[in-house]
């Protein structure tokens, strides 16, 4: 096996920022990153099938895909589909970096034994678009030994 690919299905969350709660404690900032991580781990755990986490240097390839804004799509006889001229990227909130952090933390002690590791990263986000294939909410997770397994 040289590469990991698994798609978790859902509406992307990002590592946000912690905030001080007293007592010492910090907690995210964000209440859907810690579901969104279980689920990215859960599908890992799937995927490597029992397997041991890879040991060496890794390539990780992120493919976001967020939901779009009900403005995007028709309405009646057009309801679903997206208006001509709606972007294929999206440009907005939240931040590609803090979507990558979130999954990159949940694959750690999975898929590899330390986010060090990674020495090639990319990422990408788009938009859902019906009947194709990024047709619904999630990230598509692809990993792959660099230098042998």
């Known amino acids: 096996m040289n590469e990991i690919i698994f798609f978790v299905e859902g509406a992307p969350a990002p590592q946000g920022s ?5 007592g010492g404690r910090l907690i995210e900032s964000s209440r859907q990153v810690g579901p969104w991580r279980d689920a990215i781990h859960a599908e890992a755990v799937t995927a490597m099938a029992g397997r041991p986490p890879i040991h060496g240097p890794v390539s990780v390839t992120l493919c976001f895909i967020m939901p779009r804004p009900k ?7 057009r309801a679903g ?3 001509r001229g ?25 898929c590899y034994d330390d986010d060090s590791q990674i020495v090639n990263l990319a ?3 788009y938009y859902v678009y019906p009947n194709s294939r990024r047709d619904r909410a999630g990230v598509e997770v ?3 030994a660099v230098g042998g397994w």
């Open 71 to 77: 403005s995007h799509y028709g309405t009646g006889s």
């Open 142 to 144: 692809r990993i792959r």
């Open 18 to 22: 912690k905030r001080h709660v007293g």
């Open 81 to 83: 589909l997206v208006k």
């Open 123 to 125: 990422g990408a986000k």
């Open 86 to 110: 709606m972007p294929e990227y999206c440009p907005k909130r939240p931040d590609l970096d803090k979507l990558i952090r979130a999954a990159g933390d949940a694959l750690t002690g999975v």
